[in-house]
C-alpha cells in the first residue's frame, strides 16, 4: 500500500512538472528578461547588441557584442533578387554565431532599441532556429537598461569565438516561398508591415508595393505597451482574438526581410500560437517574382490560386541560404 502510495505521488509530481513546463514554454518569463535580471545575471550571460554599429558605439552595455540584422544575412546581389537578405546556409551561420561566443550552454540576452525594427527578436529567433533554446529579449531594450541604472560603455567588446553547430533547424519557425504559394488560402497569413507598406507604399527598394494576397495587417509594434515594453500574454491573446487568429491555425508572418515578422513569430509563439511561423524571405522576394499576385489597398485581397500553382513545394523546415527588414 505504501508503494502504491508512493508510485502514486511520484507520478502527480511527475505531471505537475510537465504541466509546469507547458506554461513556462508559452509564459513570457520564456522568452523576456527584464533589466533587474540582467544586471543580477550578467556575469553569467552572453549579451549582443543588435543595434547599428553606429547606436552600438556611442554606448552599449558593457561586455555586449554588436550584431545587427544583417550579420546573419547574404547581402550579396540586389534587394528583391532570390536570396538577397536571406539566412545563411547552416554552416556558415554556425560560424557567426560560434565567433559571437555563442555555444548554446550559457544563457543569450539580446538587446535592440525602441522604436527599432525589432532586430533583436530576429536575432533571437535565428538562434532559437539554430538550437539556442536559451536565448531571450531584454524587455525595453537598450532603454529599458539605462532607466535602471545600467552600467554604459564605449569600448568594443570582442568576443571569443568557440566552436557551433547546427544539425538541423529547429521548430518549424520559416516557410520558404515555394511552400507559402502552396498554401495560399489555407494558412492564415500577416503582414508585420506598417498600413503605409501594407497598402502599397514602398521604403526598402522593393519591386512593387502592396501586399501578398490574402494578407492581414497586424504591424509588428502592436505587441509594445506606451513603455515599449512588450504587453503581457493576455492583452496579447485578445489583440490576435481581435484579429480573428486562432491558436490551432498555421500562421505565417513577414515583413520586408523577416526581421520584424520574426519578432512577431516569437511573440505570438509566447502568446501561445504555437504554429506561428516567419516567412524569412519576405515581400522583397515575393515583390521581386513578377509571377505571383501583389495586391493593393487596405483589404486583403484573395489569392489566385491556379495562377500561383508551383511544383514540388518545400516543407516548413529549413530556409534556403538567402534575406532584410
Known sequence: MKKTSLLVLALLICFASVAAGAETELSKDALFVDAAWLKANIPNVTVIDARPAAMYNKGHIPGAVQAEWTYFANMKGQPGSPGWGDLFSRETLAKKIGALGISGKKSVVVYGDCGGWGSEGWAVWILRLSGVANAKKLDGGYNAWVAAGGKV?????????????????????????????????????????????????????????????????????????????????????????????????????????????????????????????????????????????VVQGKEPGGPCKEELATEDPQPPVEPAPQQTI
Open 153 to 293: 560603455s564605449t569600448a568594443a567588446a570582442k568576443a571569443k569565438a568557440v566552436a557551433f553547430s547546427i544539425p538541423a533547424f529547429q521548430g518549424g519557425l520559416n516557410v520558404t516561398t515555394p511552400w507559402l504559394v502552396s498554401k495560399l488560402g489555407e494558412v492564415a497569413i500577416i503582414d508585420a508591415r506598417t498600413p503605409f507598406e501594407y497598402e502599397g507604399g514602398r521604403l526598402f527598394q522593393e519591386r512593387r508595393g502592396g501586399h501578398i494576397p490574402g494578407a492581414i495587417n497586424i504591424p509588428f509594434d502592436v505587441v509594445f505597451k506606451d513603455d515599449m515594453n512588450v504587453r503581457e500574454v493576455e492583452d496579447l491573446q485578445a489583440i490576435f482574438t481581435m484579429h480573428g487568429l486562432d491558436p490551432e491555425q498555421e500562421i505565417v508572418v513577414y515583413d520586408t526581410a523577416g526581421v520584424r515578422s520574426a519578432y512577431l513569430v516569437m511573440v505570438l509563439r509566447m502568446a501561445g500560437y504555437e504554429k506561428a511561423r516567419n516567412y524569412d524571405s519576405s515581400f522583397q522576394e515575393w515583390a521581386g517574382n513578377m509571377e505571383l499576385e
